[in-house]
Protein backbone atom coordinates (compact mmCIF):
# COMPACT_ATOMS: atom_id res chain seq x y z
CA UNK A 1 0.00 0.00 0.00
CA UNK A 2 2.79 2.48 0.78
CA UNK A 3 3.52 2.04 -3.05
CA UNK A 4 0.34 3.60 -4.06
CA UNK A 5 1.03 6.27 -1.34
CA UNK A 6 4.18 6.87 -3.19
CA UNK A 7 2.44 7.92 -6.12
CA UNK A 8 0.16 10.12 -4.74
CA UNK A 9 1.88 11.90 -1.80
CA UNK A 10 1.31 15.31 -3.86
CA UNK A 11 -2.28 15.60 -3.36
CA UNK A 12 -2.03 15.50 0.36
CA UNK A 13 -1.91 18.97 2.87
CA UNK A 14 -0.28 17.06 5.51
CA UNK A 15 1.63 13.69 5.49
CA UNK A 16 2.40 12.32 8.57
CA UNK A 17 4.14 9.19 9.21
CA UNK A 18 3.91 6.81 12.05
CA UNK A 19 6.63 4.73 13.39
CA UNK A 20 8.59 2.85 10.51
CA UNK A 21 7.02 4.84 7.60
CA UNK A 22 9.48 7.63 8.16
CA UNK A 23 11.92 5.90 6.48
CA UNK A 24 9.79 4.55 3.56
CA UNK A 25 7.88 8.26 2.06
CA UNK A 26 8.76 11.64 2.85
CA UNK A 27 6.61 12.82 5.89
CA UNK A 28 5.73 16.24 7.29
CA UNK A 29 5.59 14.83 10.85
CA UNK A 30 6.76 11.99 11.99
CA UNK A 31 4.31 10.13 14.83
CA UNK A 32 5.83 8.09 17.26
CA UNK A 33 4.75 6.72 20.85
CA UNK A 34 7.45 4.53 22.06
CA UNK A 35 10.83 5.60 23.05
CA UNK A 36 13.11 3.21 20.91
CA UNK A 37 11.05 4.27 17.67
CA UNK A 38 13.52 7.51 17.98
CA UNK A 39 16.75 5.19 18.62
CA UNK A 40 16.19 2.96 16.35
CA UNK A 41 14.56 4.31 13.00
CA UNK A 42 15.66 8.04 13.28
CA UNK A 43 16.66 9.17 9.64
CA UNK A 44 20.23 9.99 9.17
CA UNK A 45 20.60 13.83 10.09
CA UNK A 46 21.71 14.53 6.48
CA UNK A 47 18.02 13.56 4.64
CA UNK A 48 16.74 15.72 7.86
CA UNK A 49 14.29 14.61 10.29
CA UNK A 50 10.54 15.75 9.96
CA UNK A 51 8.89 17.72 12.50
CA UNK A 52 7.81 15.29 15.61
CA UNK A 53 4.61 14.56 17.03
CA UNK A 54 5.09 12.44 20.25
CA UNK A 55 3.98 12.77 24.02
CA UNK A 56 6.04 14.14 26.97
CA UNK A 57 6.64 10.91 28.18
CA UNK A 58 8.54 9.70 25.82
CA UNK A 59 10.82 12.78 24.90
CA UNK A 60 11.24 12.91 28.74
CA UNK A 61 12.57 9.00 28.60
CA UNK A 62 14.38 10.07 25.37
CA UNK A 63 16.43 13.05 27.58
CA UNK A 64 17.46 10.67 30.02
CA UNK A 65 19.33 8.35 27.40
CA UNK A 66 20.76 11.64 26.22
CA UNK A 67 18.46 12.15 23.42
CA UNK A 68 16.83 15.19 24.55
CA UNK A 69 18.13 18.26 22.60
CA UNK A 70 18.06 16.42 19.21
CA UNK A 71 14.47 15.67 19.73
CA UNK A 72 13.40 18.71 21.00
CA UNK A 73 14.59 20.82 17.81
CA UNK A 74 12.03 18.74 15.92
CA UNK A 75 8.78 18.60 17.87
CA UNK A 76 6.18 19.65 16.63
CA UNK A 77 3.43 18.83 18.88
CA UNK A 78 2.38 16.51 21.90
CA UNK A 79 -0.10 13.70 21.53
CA UNK A 80 -0.73 15.21 25.01
CA UNK A 81 -1.90 18.30 24.06
CA UNK A 82 -4.43 16.79 21.34
CA UNK A 83 -7.80 18.36 22.64
CA UNK A 84 -9.68 18.18 19.20
CA UNK A 85 -10.91 14.53 19.92
CA UNK A 86 -11.65 13.49 23.09
CA UNK A 87 -9.54 11.10 24.72
CA UNK A 88 -12.83 9.34 26.63
CA UNK A 89 -14.00 9.24 23.17
CA UNK A 90 -11.96 6.08 22.35
CA UNK A 91 -8.91 6.03 24.28
CA UNK A 92 -6.80 6.87 20.76
CA UNK A 93 -4.23 7.91 22.71
CA UNK A 94 -2.97 3.86 22.94
CA UNK A 95 -1.20 3.80 19.91
CA UNK A 96 0.80 5.82 17.29
CA UNK A 97 -1.97 5.62 14.19
CA UNK A 98 -4.88 6.74 16.07
CA UNK A 99 -2.55 9.56 17.36
CA UNK A 100 -1.55 10.41 14.24
CA UNK A 101 -5.33 10.64 12.80
CA UNK A 102 -6.20 12.64 15.95
CA UNK A 103 -3.73 15.42 15.15
CA UNK A 104 -4.71 15.69 11.35
CA UNK A 105 -8.09 16.14 12.35
CA UNK A 106 -6.77 18.77 14.93
CA UNK A 107 -4.80 20.15 12.03
CA UNK A 108 -8.41 20.67 10.20
CA UNK A 109 -8.22 17.62 8.17
CA UNK A 110 -11.79 17.10 6.85
CA UNK A 111 -10.87 13.31 5.30
CA UNK A 112 -7.70 11.01 6.51
CA UNK A 113 -6.52 8.34 4.25
CA UNK A 114 -4.67 5.35 6.17
CA UNK A 115 -2.09 3.21 3.87
CA UNK A 116 -0.07 0.49 5.23
CA UNK A 117 -2.75 -0.17 8.13
CA UNK A 118 -3.02 -3.65 8.05
CA UNK A 119 -3.87 -4.52 11.35
CA UNK A 120 -2.31 -7.69 11.69
CA UNK A 121 1.00 -9.77 11.84
CA UNK A 122 4.11 -9.15 13.12
CA UNK A 123 6.01 -7.77 9.85
CA UNK A 124 5.92 -3.88 8.82
CA UNK A 125 4.92 -3.11 5.35
CA UNK A 126 9.18 -4.10 3.92
CA UNK A 127 9.13 -7.82 6.13
CA UNK A 128 10.75 -6.10 8.87
CA UNK A 129 10.19 -7.66 12.45
CA UNK A 130 10.77 -6.39 15.54
CA UNK A 131 10.19 -7.66 19.22
CA UNK A 132 9.87 -4.21 20.60
CA UNK A 133 6.59 -3.58 18.99
CA UNK A 134 4.61 -6.25 20.68
CA UNK A 135 2.35 -7.31 17.29
CA UNK A 136 0.37 -9.57 18.91
CA UNK A 137 -3.57 -10.79 17.91
CA UNK A 138 -4.51 -9.55 21.47
CA UNK A 139 -3.14 -6.34 20.47
CA UNK A 140 -4.86 -5.84 16.88
CA UNK A 141 -7.50 -6.66 18.49
CA UNK A 142 -7.62 -3.57 20.90
CA UNK A 143 -6.16 -1.44 17.97
CA UNK A 144 -8.72 -2.52 15.34
CA UNK A 145 -11.56 -1.63 18.11
CA UNK A 146 -10.22 1.45 19.35
CA UNK A 147 -9.25 2.66 15.25
CA UNK A 148 -12.95 1.66 14.37
CA UNK A 149 -14.23 3.74 17.17
CA UNK A 150 -11.73 6.82 16.42
CA UNK A 151 -13.18 6.04 12.57
CA UNK A 152 -16.62 6.54 13.96
CA UNK A 153 -15.85 9.29 15.79
CA UNK A 154 -14.77 11.18 12.91
CA UNK A 155 -16.84 10.43 10.45
CA UNK A 156 -19.62 11.76 12.54
CA UNK A 157 -17.30 15.06 13.51
CA UNK A 158 -17.38 16.14 9.69
CA UNK A 159 -14.18 13.78 8.91
CA UNK A 160 -13.47 10.69 6.88
CA UNK A 161 -10.96 7.97 7.40
CA UNK A 162 -10.22 5.66 4.13
CA UNK A 163 -7.97 3.14 5.29
CA UNK A 164 -6.66 1.71 1.73
CA UNK A 165 -6.09 -2.18 1.53
CA UNK A 166 -8.41 -2.93 4.37
CA UNK A 167 -12.52 -2.22 4.61
CA UNK A 168 -12.65 -2.45 8.58
CA UNK A 169 -12.32 0.67 10.39
CA UNK A 170 -13.45 2.80 6.47
CA UNK A 171 -16.09 5.38 7.38
CA UNK A 172 -15.83 7.45 4.23
Keep these: MLETYRH ?6 LVIGVNRAVLA ?3 DVWCFLDWHVWLDYRPPAEEG ?5 TTRCCQSHLARKGQGEALARN ?9 AV ?3 ACNWRTYSAQAAMAYAYQCGATVIE ?4 DLHGVADYDGHESDKNGRTARR ?5 VIMTDLANWLNDH ?4 IRHGGAACSTG
Design 25 to 27: VPC
Design 140 to 144: WTAER
Design 114 to 117: GFGM
Design 158 to 161: GCAF
Design 86 to 88: PVN
Design 49 to 53: VPAIL
Design 8 to 13: DARRFD
Design 75 to 83: IRAFVDDID
